[in-house]
């Protein structure tokens, strides 16, 4: 669940990002987060929050990285 909620509520910024910036810095923001949410659960699991807070940071990865490669509908003209 806090992977879906991250990823509607990042999507439109990391859109942004790309629009401004250019696929760079949302696929480096994504990376980041997607090392981190990996790296969270292996340093620190003793309570069930961390879980979540890794999954916030998946959410939140998986939008960067999906909207510096443009995913989107198959409808959808290339934003590229």
Known sequence: MPVAVMMLAVSPLTT???DRFGARAPL???VACGGLSFALPAVTHAHMWQF???GVLIGAGSAAVD???G???PSCPSSG
Do not use: D, K
Request: avoid cysteine; hydrophobic fraction near 55%; charged fraction near 20%.
């Open 16 to 18: 942004r990002l790309r």
């Open 52 to 54: 979540y807070a890794a």
């Open 67 to 69: 909207s510096a490669v």
């Open 71 to 73: 995913l989107g509908w």
């Open 28 to 30: 480096r923001l994504g």
